[in-house]
Nanobody, 116 residues
Framework: QVQLVESGGGLVQVGESLRLSCVTSGYTFSINVMGWYRQAPGKQRELVATILSGGRTNYTDSVKGRFTISRDGAKKSVYLQMNSLKSEDTAMYYC??????????WGQGTQVTVSS
């Protein structure tokens, strides 16, 4: 089992920045892929960014050039640096990871609100 706890969300204005953090615990040695997802009110949850154990990253088009995903060397934490925030980035942001057996785990989410 892996547990994930997100933090760093908040209320910011358009153009400002936030850095989300996700700390893992439990069987962290089995973690392979880590990522961030978000869900806005009335919309489906969507992928924001992922990072593989080797460091390869992937971003949804709407955040490319503005968001950066990173993880620490021990694979215990994953981060999402969000710059030039837009009102459409407002959502609950969730951390998710997959272990080497393909099982996935979710955090409880952290709210990001971008005010214009």
């Amino acid at each position: 089992q892996v547990q994930l706890v997100e933090s760093g969300g908040g209320l910011v204005q358009v153009g400002e920045s936030l850095r989300l953090s996700c700390v893992t615990s439990g069987y962290t040695f089995s973690i392979n892929v880590m990522g961030w997802y978000r869900q806005a009110p009335g919309k489906q949850r969507e992928l924001v960014a992922t990072i593989l154990s080797g460091g390869r990253t992937n971003y949804t088009d709407s955040v490319k050039g503005r968001f950066t995903i990173s993880r620490d060397g021990a694979k215990k934490s994953v981060y999402l640096q969000m710059n030039s925030l837009k009102s459409e980035d407002t959502a609950m942001y969730y951390c998710r990871c997959f272990d080497t057996q393909g099982r996935d785990y979710w955090g409880q989410g952290t709210q990001v609100t971008v005010s214009s």
